[in-house]
C-alpha cells in the first residue's frame, strides 16, 4: 500500500439548514480523518454551484478550484436526501457538472430516507457506473429522528454501519487508488487507458 493518505471529497448534496445528511457526512468525514484520510467537504449550503450549463459552467468563477478538489479525490462519499425517490437537485447539479474526473474511483453513498433509499442508491451507483467509477456493494440509508436527531446519531446500529462504511472506504479506497495511479502511469490495457494523457 503507498504511504501516500487516501484523499476523500465528502459531498452533502441537502440545502437545508438542519440537515440530517449534513449531520451524517460529517460523522463519516470526522472517522476518516481520525484513521489517516486526508478529508474535503464540499457543502453546497456553504458553497453554492450554479446550475449545469454546459456552455457556460466550465468558465464559471470557482469551477476551476472545484474541478481540481474533484481530480484530487481518491474517494468520493456522495451524501443526499431522498426527494421523490430521487437524489436532490444540488447533489444531480454536482454529479452533471463531472464524469472524467470520476473514473477509477471509489464511491460511497448515504441517503436520508423514510423509504429506506434504494431507489436514490441505484441512481447513484448508475452515476459511477456510466462515469466508469467504482461503488461500495452497499449504501447506507437512515431516518430523520428514528437514526439521527438534533444533528445527533441515535441508533447503534447505524453508528455500526457507518464505521463499517469508513472502515471499507480506507480499505477498498486505498486499494482502488494504488491501482488506479498503476494504471494511469502504465502501458498495460485497461479502462483508464483513455486518460492518461488527460491525467498524467
Known amino acids: 500500500m503507498s504511504d501516500e493518505p487516501l484523499h476523500v471529497l465528502a459531498v452533502v448534496g441537502s440545502l437545508n439548514r438542519e440537515s440530517v445528511t449534513r449531520a451524517v457526512v460529517h460523522h463519516v468525514a470526522d472517522g476518516l480523518r481520525a484513521s489517516g484520510c486526508v478529508v474535503d467537504v464540499l457543502d453546497f449550503k456553504k458553497e453554492p454551484l450554479a446550475l449545469y450549463d454546459p456552455d457556460t459552467a466550465h468558465d464559471l468563477p470557482g469551477y476551476a478550484q472545484l474541478k481540481t478538489r ?4 481518491d474517494v468520493v462519499v456522495l451524501g443526499t436526501p431522498d426527494y421523490h425517490g430521487s437524489v436532490s437537485g ?3 447539479n454536482f454529479l452533471d457538472h463531472f464524469w472524467r474526473e470520476f473514473a477509477g474511483k ?3 453513498t448515504i441517503v436520508a430516507s423514510h423509504e429506506k433509499g434504494l431507489t436514490v442508491t441505484d441512481q447513484l451507483r448508475t452515476v459511477a457506473r456510466q462515469c466508469y ?6 449504501g447506507v440509508s437512515f431516518t430523520e429522528e428514528i437514526d439521527v ?3 445527533q446519531i441515535i441508533n447503534d446500529v ?3 454501519r457507518l464505521e463499517m462504511m469508513i472502515r471499507d472506504i480506507r480499505v477498498y479506497g486505498g486499494v482502488l487508488s494504488q491501482q488506479r495511479r498503476a494504471d494511469l502511469a502504465g502501458k498495460d490495457p485497461g ?3 483513455r486518460h492518461r494523457e488527460s491525467e498524467t
Open 158 to 160: 447505524l453508528r455500526d
Open 90 to 92: 444540488a447533489m444531480k
Open 191 to 193: 479502462f483508464l487507458e
Open 149 to 151: 436527531k438534533e444533528g
Open 106 to 108: 471509489l464511491f460511497a
Open 70 to 73: 474533484v481530480e484530487r479525490a
Open 133 to 138: 467509477a467504482w461503488t461500495l456493494p452497499y
